[in-house]
């Protein structure tokens, strides 16, 4: 399943036009392969030619989001004419999405890294309850195990 995550210079029209198909050109970038179309009103490889010739859209690229040899997303670049893509332009256009999926990655393991801080720091408050404030007292004779410092 795909989802719309984030759009730029596109009309909420447009965004909005339906569900995400699956055109070759989105399934070819999720099997790993870029994909460049130079005229979406005629190519038989978009979904919404009417959308995108109502939008102003001629070229699209359709790159894939890659992390550890896996598409996990797809980006896609929009063009107002007619255009065909340089090599260089297509290798920069996948550098920033792999740069993206390194992105969503680093948010993925942060958030699940700071869950499992919460998730800690919640059993610690328990064991201390359950242990007694005598146990974590800082008065002299009381003795609290070393790791306790660094909590």
Avoid at 29 to 49: H, M, N, Q, S
């Amino acid at each position: 399943c795909l989802i719309h995550t984030a759009a730029h210079g596109l009309s909420d029209r447009y965004i909005r036009k339906g569900l995400i198909a699956l055109d070759p050109g989105i399934v070819n970038a999720l099997e790993g392969k870029p994909v460049a179309v130079f005229d979406a009103i005629l190519d038989k490889r978009t979904k919404y030619g009417e959308a995108e010739e109502r939008e102003g859209i001629k070229a699209i690229i359709s790159v894939p989001m890659m992390l550890r040899e896996k598409a996990i997303g797809v980006i896609r670049v929009y063009k107002a004419e007619e255009y065909q893509f340089t090599e260089d332009e297509m290798h920069f256009v996948c550098l920033v999405a792999n740069l993206g999926a390194i992105a969503l990655e680093n948010a993925r393991l942060y958030d699940r890294l700071h869950a499992d801080y919460k998730s800690l720091q919640s059993d610690i408050l328990e064991w201390r309850a359950t242990l007694g404030e005598e146990w974590i007292s800082k008065e002299p004779g009381v003795v609290a195990p070393r790791w306790w410092k660094f909590v």
